[in-house]
Every structure is written in C-alpha cells, then in structure tokens.
Nanobody, 121 residues
Framework: QVQLVESGGGLVQPGGSLRLSCAAS????????MGWYRQAPGKQRELVAR???????NYADFVKGRFTISRDNAKNTVYLQMNSLKPEDTAVYYC???????????????WGRGTQVTVSS
C-alpha cells in the first residue's frame, strides 16, 4: 500500500561523494517527516538526518557539515547528499517516513529496504 524505495548506494573511495534518493509511493495522503538512518555491521541502527514537511532539518553530529538532506514534496522523495565520505560511513542506509495513508487516514512509520554504502580505497 505504501512503499519506500532507496537508490544511489554503492562503493566510493574515502573523500568521495554519493547521493541517495528515496521515493515514496502508494496510497499516500500526506508525508510528514522523512529521514535517513544507517546500520553498520554489529551496530544498532542510528539516525543520520531528518527533515520535516516544512523543511526543518536535524543531523547527527557525525555527519554535520558533510551530509545534506533535502526533499521534493511534489515527488514524495527525500535525498541525502553525502560528501567527504569516510570508511566509518560504511553501512546500510535506510529511508524512513511518517506517512498518513488515504482513506482511512492512518498515520504510520514506514521503512525502505536499505541501500549499501561502502567507503573504501
């Protein structure tokens, strides 16, 4: 009924850049906050960045100044521009969104399946 599909992951050298995209589709009435989380092997999933429907953003300290989150409300899409990537940024990156579905109007939390980002020389 609602799907989040990520794209843009891959292998990049340290210092390089990647841009992740996540498109929401399905029986969507409205999308509130959208965000990116990541999970490295053996670690818990952690917040990377989040953006409200009005464009307010918040970032984890470890990505401030390097990553930028943005969204296109007309396309129900959220982006994550990642610059100055480090090996410790290697993880599966997950898209998350607070979505209210069409009738019935039910608000819920949705996740994508994740996209692998590997930073290595």
């Amino acid at each position: 009924q609602v799907q989040l599909v990520e794209s843009g992951g891959g292998l990049v050298q340290p210092g390089g850049s990647l841009r992740l995209s996540c498109a929401a589709s399905g029986m969507i009435f409205s999308i509130n906050a959208m965000g990116w989380y990541r999970q490295a092997p053996g670690k818990q999933r952690e917040l990377v960045a989040r953006i409200t429907s009005g464009g307010s953003t918040n970032y984890a300290d470890f990505v401030k100044g390097r990553f930028t989150i943005s969204r296109d409300n007309a396309k129900n899409t959220v982006y994550l521009q990642m610059n100055s990537l480090k090996p410790e940024d290697t993880a599966v990156y997950y898209c998350n969104a607070d979505i209210t579905t069409r009738l019935p109007h039910v608000a819920d939390d949705y996740w994508g399946r994740g996209t692998q980002v590997t930073v290595s020389s």
